[in-house]
């Protein structure tokens, strides 16, 4: 019946940045964008890809900032595979993305993690 989760919304601040962030330093590919007429605040919605997995991005006219507090009801991260994490970290130095937790190895699978650009948490996974 249920088969798989289809895709991860996201509110961006700002948009344009989101896009750079996820396609440049990330490796996802932009799939399909469009404007929105006459649906609320939404202006335009993005579909970026990264193998199967996929974000939509949603732009909206009046989106208000994260909440402050550290712990929240809702999702707590994305979270992403990488093949090895110290080339991973390497490449978002270089790329000037600073880690919000360095790599711990947790005998079963290393996690780090980092932040996109509206400070939503990123847990990268090396299993």
């Not at 989101?18 to 469009?34: A, N, P, Q």
């Not at 605040?41 to 193998?51: F, P, R």
């Amino acid at each position: 019946m249920f088969k798989r989760i289809d895709h991860v919304e996201l509110i961006p601040s700002d948009i344009e940045k989101t896009i750079k962030f996820y396609t440049e330093i990330l490796g996802f590919t932009l799939s399909e964008r469009k404007s929105v007429a006459g649906v609320g605040t939404l202006k335009e919605y993005v579909y970026l890809d990264l193998g199967d997995t996929r974000l939509e991005l949603m732009a909206y006219a009046e989106a208000g900032p994260k909440p402050k507090k550290v712990i929240h009801v809702g999702y707590g991260a994305i979270s992403i595979e990488v093949d090895d994490m110290d080339l991973a970290v390497a490449h978002l130095k270089e790329k000037g993305v600073a880690l919000s937790a360095e790599p711990l190895d947790l005998g079963h699978c290393i996690r780090a993690e980092i932040k996109d650009p509206d400070g939503l948490p990123i847990e990268l996974m090396q299993w």
